[in-house]
């Protein structure tokens, strides 16, 4: 398994334009999670799925940030619109629930100008 | 709700000095405990986790972490970094039951000097 894919690994957009991050999770694993990293904030969780259910949005910032799940392949993060403030790295990371472990994607690196 | 407190922000270390970085979680539940590491540039990697047995964990490359559960805490340690171990560490602490949310502190920067 080739692991968390995320895509872009880097992007770059103008302020007010929307942006959509892209997450292929482990096959199998049920539980995934949105996290955002800052130097102020360090990792916050924004949202994360179980089966493909949405189960706690509520580190999801602002009414700008959706994440759907439409299929236990791919998930997605959107901001629409993006602000500078929005700048940072976005991780999706996978769960099984018979496992202990998250395992992370190599991340999002989000620079809104 | 759970959180984690990470009390040491940056710490500045030489080669061969020990290392104990501080976490503390609030959750009165049966939890799960996870020391991950994020080298620059990199995604977050597990070092070691807790979920039952015994209290002293051991990791990889040499790090151990010890649970002690009236303090709720989960310390991590190495007798002797090295300068690799350069990264940020983040604890994390999941539900043992239910959905099992992960929740991490803000991480400690750790430079290693040679």
């Known amino acids: 398994d080739a692991g968390v894919i995320q895509s872009p690994r880097h992007e770059v957009t103008e302020m007010g334009q929307e942006v959509t991050l892209r997450c292929k999770p482990i096959?199998?694993?049920?539980?995934l999670f949105w996290y955002r990293q800052t130097m102020m904030r360090g990792l916050e969780l924004l949202i994360y799925?179980?089966?493909?259910?949405?189960?706690?949005d509520s580190g999801m910032p602002e009414d700008r940030f959706s994440a759907k799940m439409p299929n236990a392949s791919f998930s997605t993060l959107k901001i629409q619109p993006s602000e500078p403030r929005d700048s940072a790295v976005y991780f999706c990371?996978?769960?099984?629930?018979?496992?202990?472990?998250?395992?992370f994607g190599q991340g999002t690196r989000l620079t809104v100008v | 709700a759970q959180s984690v407190s990470q009390h040491n922000h940056h710490v500045i270390l030489s080669e061969a000095a020990s290392l104990e970085l501080g976490c503390n979680y609030s959750?009165?539940?049966?939890?799960?405990l996870f020391w991950y590491v994020q080298y620059p540039g990199q995604h977050l990697q597990l070092l070691l986790k807790?979920?039952?047995?015994?209290?002293l964990v051991k990791g990889i490359k040499g790090f151990e972490a010890e649970f002690i559960k009236s303090k709720f805490s989960f310390n991590l340690r190495k007798p002797s970094v090295q300068w690799s171990d350069t990264a940020e560490y983040f604890c994390?602490?999941?539900?043992?039951?239910?959905?099992?949310?992960?929740?991490f502190g803000t991480g400690t920067r750790l430079l290693v000097s040679p």
């Open positions: 990371a996978n769960k099984d629930s018979g496992d202990t472990e998250a395992f």
């Open positions: 096959s199998g694993h049920d539980y």
């Open positions: 799925f179980n089966n493909n259910v949405p189960i706690d």
């Open positions: 959750y009165g539940g049966t939890v799960n």
């Open positions: 807790y979920f039952s047995g015994d209290p």
């Open positions: 994390a602490v999941s539900e043992n039951t239910g959905f099992q949310k992960l929740v």
